[in-house]
């Protein structure tokens, strides 16, 4: 979660952050019932002391133990598959546990759908500022800014695969607060397109002020309280701050530059996607569920996201070259 366009950057990293936080708030049903926790106490009494402990090491995989699945793991996914399938007898609907739809684990991935959408979504961009290095002169206005801003972006990609692939308390706090910190740059990214280029100062002051809200941000989250509810409402009031931003620098240019019809569909498409969230279903196949669709249909967005930067790239650096004032 994750996870680009200033637009495209604050609902992707907005609506994962949104909901894997409202997610992860409380305890679910799953995980509540009596058979589960039953279960649970049963299997690690059983398998996970002395010589059952020693054999369940000796034949883990290599890549379950270097990604972290302890003993105690192996019987929570167990447990409840087993509660899934006593839900299913009786007619009733499938439960979630510990926030969380049950998935099939695949290898060491836990959410492999997602795992793989995120990891797609970090090549497509990946992939992307590779081919506007290559197209962009480095004397470009914004060159320098939208490297630094894709590098952001990646992290933020890679975070969100191995949470993805890996739900611990590390992985978790890294995929929200780099998700933060991609929201955060795109204010400041946005700053500098439309107000930075003519005058220096105020993106100046807009990252400093920006630096420090993140660095309290995450040292509220890690040392004082990790508030679900304040992380989820910074999230979306900045991120509605960036998008209005941009939406109206669209319309302000709607005349003057060719290609800002490639940002207003990047903004539209994020907006239609972003409901596949609301659809929240238990997964197909055990697999796919609308977190994992959100991110595979978020992958196309990249090319056009860079396609319009490639654009107004090369019209800043004409624009600068004739001496024609800036938009």
């Not at 959410?111 to 497509?124: D, F, K, R, Y």
């Not at 994020?270 to 796919?288: K, M, R, S, T």
Request: hydrophobic fraction near 45%.
């Amino acid at each position: 979660m994750g996870h680009h366009f200033a637009p495209v950057t604050s609902l992707i990293a907005l609506v994962s952050t949104v909901l894997l936080l409202s997610a992860s708030v409380h305890g679910s049903q799953g995980d509540k019932e009596p058979v589960y926790r039953d279960c649970v106490k049963q299997c690690v009494r059983t398998n996970c002391t002395g010589d059952r402990l020693r054999g369940f090491q000796s034949t883990q995989p290599p890549y379950m133990a270097l990604t972290g699945w302890t003993c105690r793991d192996d019987c929570r996914y167990q447990c409840m598959w087993t509660t899934v399938g006593l839900y299913q007898a009786e007619g009733y609907r499938v439960p979630q546990f510990h926030g969380k739809w049950p998935f099939t684990r695949f290898l060491c991935f836990e959410e492999p759908a997602s795992a793989l959408a995120s990891l797609l979504n970090g090549l497509a961009c990946l992939l992307m500022l590779l081919r506007y290095r290559s197209t962009v002169p480095r004397q470009s206005p914004m060159y320098h800014t939208i490297n630094a801003f894709s590098l952001v972006s990646l992290n933020a990609w890679f975070w969100s695969t191995v949470f993805h692939t890996r739900d611990t308390y590390l992985t978790e706090k890294m995929d929200y607060f780099c998700a933060s910190a991609v929201i955060l740059y795109s204010i400041y990214m946005c700053c500098v397109r439309t107000l930075g280029l003519r005058r220096p100062g105020v993106s100046s002051m807009v990252g400093a002020l920006l630096i420090l809200v993140f660095t309290s941000h995450v040292s509220y989250l890690t040392f004082i309280s990790f508030d679900y509810g304040y992380n989820m409402a910074a999230n979306t009031t900045i991120g509605m701050v960036n998008l209005l931003w941009w939406l109206c620098w669209c319309w302000q240019n709607r005349r003057t530059l060719p290609y800002w019809w490639k940002c207003g569909v990047v903004v539209m498409l994020l907006h239609g996607l972003a409901l596949l969230e609301l659809l929240d279903f238990p997964p197909l196949y055990w697999v796919l569920d609308a977190h994992a669709a959100w991110h595979l249909s978020t992958v196309p967005v990249h090319f056009l996201f860079y396609s319009f930067l490639i654009d107004d790239s090369l019209h800043l650096l004409n624009t600068e070259k004739t001496g024609v004032k800036l938009e």
